[in-house]
Structures are given as C-alpha cells and as structure tokens.
C-alpha cells in the first residue's frame, strides 16, 4: 500500500496573538507540527510535503532538525493564502510521477492537530484502500462545532459535500457532524479534482472541502471514518493550546503509569514527549521533566524538581533541585535546593545540595 501525506502548515495563526509561526508553538515539549508529523509513523509514507507559508524559513528549518528520521519530509511554499485547495495543489509538486495513472493514496492533513492519533490514521488509509474510496473523510461528532465544515448527507447516509460554516445555511450550521480537514484520496482523482476548484464563495478561496462535492458529482466513492472529537480538534488560540496540552500530558503521564513509574499526583506531574523513565521510579508532585531527559530505574524524583535535557543514573534522589544539561550518578543525592548548571556531574552515591559540601564537577 503506497501513501503519501501532505501536511498543511501555512497559516499565520493570527488568534494566537504571537510573533511565532503557528505551527511552532510547543506542546509537551514538541512543536505542534511535529506532533502531527510522528502520528503518521504506522503509515511511513513514501514523502511527506509539508507546505509552508507564515515563517516559512523557521518552520522549514524546525521541522528538518527534529523530524523523525523515518519522515521522507519535504516542503513546499505557499507563497499567497488562497485557501487550503490551494495549498493542497502546491503540496501535490512536492511528489514526483504523473497523478493520472496513480492510484496510491495521498493522506492530507492540517499541521494543527497535536492530539490525533497514529491508530486513526491508520484505520483511516485502511478503511480508505479496503472499500476502493475516491476519498475518505475523517469526521467527527461535535457538541459545538462552530468554525468547522458540516458534512452534508443524502436521505441513504452517502457523504454529498462539506459546507463550511459561513456559507452554511440555518439547517446546515445546525449539522453537528464536521469534517476535519483530515482526508485520503486516490492520487489519481485527487489532482483533476482540485483543477475544478474555485473562488466563488464567502472568503473567495480555493476550498479543499469543496473537493468532495467534485467527486461525488461525479459518481465517485466517498467514505468517512468518524474519530472522537477530541482528537481531531485544531488549535487556533492559546485557550486551545491548554487544553491541548492537557490532554496530551494525561496521556503521557498515563503512558508511564502503565510502564512501571508511580505518581503521587498526576494532576502535578509534567513530563515532555521525548523524556525516557526507567521502572520503579517514583515522581512527587511539582516535578517537571524537559527535554530529551533520561531517569533511570529506581530514581525518586521531586518534590519540586525541574530537569532539562538531563541524564539521572539509578536510584538517584532529585528533591527541590532545578538542572539544565546535567548528569547525575547512579545512587546520588541531589538537594534540597541545588542547580545543576549546563554541562555539570554529580558523581555516583555523592550528595549535594545547599545544606551538603560534597563536590560538584
């Protein structure tokens, strides 16, 4: 099964009220774009374009430092915001071959859903490839779902169009099922699908949305995947980047809990996506874990302890103590009250703190 994924990731992000491109903003220690990169990891698509826009340079040069090394990323610029049909085009240069005898499948998503899973992805191309779909939307159910694309049903249930919301009518708007700019085409049909694009409607973009409706008309296959709203949810102001945050942490927390690590609340433990714990480890509240941090097995971390890009040996106790770049031995005592500057070590079953002398390299 041949995949390809274009991400989009052009926007400004004007909500988020920040000089930083949008889909640089951090999430658990990863930037959002990323985060949505690693949930194509099952997938390993052949190329991922990512398109960029708003701060092109920064987002170009973020991604190729810290993208997976199995994403075959490559970008592509938008250089005016015509909408995501648009973007959707530009990213298509990005792969080479003639779209009209391609039947592989080209995996479109947005660069601002943090918390959308590899497993969905996957049932999504499964189900996708498995039913021979021209395009197969991810939806979602939605209490409120103002902003987004309602998805527009015949009397049998077949996907027909997305409206967006503002050019939904009272009915439409009152739809609760949304599209989530989350989709998977047959390549094939995809590009002479985006050729019938136009302007004509109330933000005179190129719609991807309106894709659907071309291919549909058509006689096509359309299917959906319905994922949990939470999910699929995007990330448009720094009230979402919370809740966004959040939830990921839980999940993170959860993911330690499951393997090994007690928590004494995990309400009040913060832990980075890339940060690797050993078994038996036991964290106290207040402790904040950063980085590409490593804490080996049997380690009491906290209360009160912030470790950035730092290495713990076994069974080392960190109480009250700030590091950044740092190494600590196995069995060592650290704190109360001591920092760890870049680049220091403490030695193995040393002690050091402010109410301790024993030496710090």
Sequence with gaps: MSVSAIVLAAGEGTRMRSSRPKPLHMICGRAMVLHVIHALEKLAPERAAIVVGHGAEQVTKKVQSMAPTWANVAFVEQLEQNGTGDAA??????????????????????????????????????????????????????????GYGRVVRSRDGQVQRIVEQRDASPEELDMSEVCTSI?????????????????????????????????????????????????????????????????????????????????LDPRQTFIDVNVTIGRDVTIYPGTILQGATTVGDGCEIGPGAQLVDCAVGAGAKIVHAVGHDAEVGTDAVVGPYAHLPAGSSVTSESVTGAFYTSPVD
């Design 89 to 146: 085009s530009i990213g298509m240069t990005a792969f080479d071959g003639d779209d009209y005898d391609d039947e592989s499948t080209i995996l479109i998503l947005p660069g601002d859903t943090p918390l959308l899973q590899a497993n969905t992805l996957d049932e999504l191309v499964a189900t996708h490839v498995a039913n021979g779909n021209a395009a197969t939307l991810l939806t979602s159910i939605m209490d409120d779902p103002t």
């Design 183 to 263: 989709y998977a085409f047959r390549r094939d049909l995809l590009g002479p699908a985006l050729r019938t694009l136009t302007t004509d409607n109330a933000q005179g973009e190129y719609y991807l949305t309106d894709v659907i409706a071309a291919l549909a008309e058509m006689g096509h296959r359309v299917g959906c995947v319905q994922a949990p709203a939470p999910e699929t949810q995007g990330v448009n102001d720094r009230w979402q980047l919370a809740l966004a945050e959040r939830e990921l942490r839980a999940r993170t927390n959860r993911k330690w809990l499951l393997n090994g690590v007690t928590m």
